[in-house]
């Protein structure tokens, strides 16, 4: 079992960045993937990115590609999401979750750990 804890989420203005971190711990195995999902009020949770730890595949939604770079650092057992060019409707919670298996997933429900969650907030 992962245990995943995010942190890096504020207020920030238009256009600005932000870098999310989530930090694991447990035994992270190497055929793991890791994703950035998020959840605004009203909405349903949405897949963000995600990330192959094994070799650092990627995957984007097409909202956040070009903007958001998700990656790793192994050594650290940490997940980042780099977020540039934030926009008023990229404001959301934002959760790093991680799954068993090596095929992409964007569905909330196949992920099998969760964070607690980071306020992201975008002023316009």
């Known amino acids: 079992q992962v245990q995943l804890v995010e942190s890096g989420g504020g207020l920030v203005q238009a256009g600005g960045s932000l870098r999310l971190s989530c930090a694991a711990s447990?035994?992270?195995?190497?055929?793991?993937?890791m994703g950035w999902f998020r959840q605004a009020p009203g909405k349903d949770r949405e897949f963000v990115a995600a990330i192959r730890w094994s070799d650092g595949g990627t995957y984007y939604a097409d909202s956040v590609k070009g903007r958001f770079t998700i990656s790793r650092d192994g050594a650290k057992n940490t997940l980042y999401l780099q977020m540039n060019s934030l926009k008023f409707e990229d404001t959301a919670v934002y959760y790093c979750?991680?799954?068993?298996?090596?095929?992409?997933?964007?569905?909330?429900?196949?992920?099998?750990?969760w964070g607690q969650g980071t306020q992201v907030t975008v002023s316009s």
């Open positions: 447990g035994h992270i195995l190497s055929y793991y993937n």
């Open positions: 979750a991680a799954r068993y298996g090596s095929r992409w997933r964007l569905r909330p429900d196949e992920y099998d750990g």
